[in-house]
């Protein structure tokens, strides 16, 4: 995964991971989005998955450490634009429920 680009738009930052979403990329998504979590004009990060080619658990790993970090601050974690490879995965998991999906 190239390192994330981030968007803040008003209290919602979008952040954008690219290609295979994998053990070796949690460090950059981490640095990318745990500052977000931090920021107070933040309340809701929205991952968009549209340009993940691939997860693997360590991803979906990080994907609830970020969600368990934003939630003791009181913000809201979504993922919008999954895959289609993708989404299934995330059903069955049922990271649908813990997580707003959408599609934009």
Request: with cysteine.
């Amino acid at each position: 995964m190239s390192i994330p680009t981030v968007k803040i738009q008003g209290a919602v930052a979008v952040l954008s991971p690219i290609g295979r979403f994998t053990a070796e990329s949690h460090a950059a998504f981490k640095d990318a989005a745990y500052p977000l979590v931090e920021n107070a004009s933040v309340t809701t990060i929205c991952i968009d998955l549209a340009a993940v080619a691939y997860m693997d658990s360590s991803s979906l790993g990080s994907l609830l450490l970020l969600r368990e970090k934003a939630n003791a601050k009181g913000k809201k974690i979504t993922l919008r634009n999954p895959n289609p490879t993708l989404l299934p995965t995330l059903r069955m998991i049922k990271f649908d429920k813990l997580f707003e999906t959408t599609n934009s």
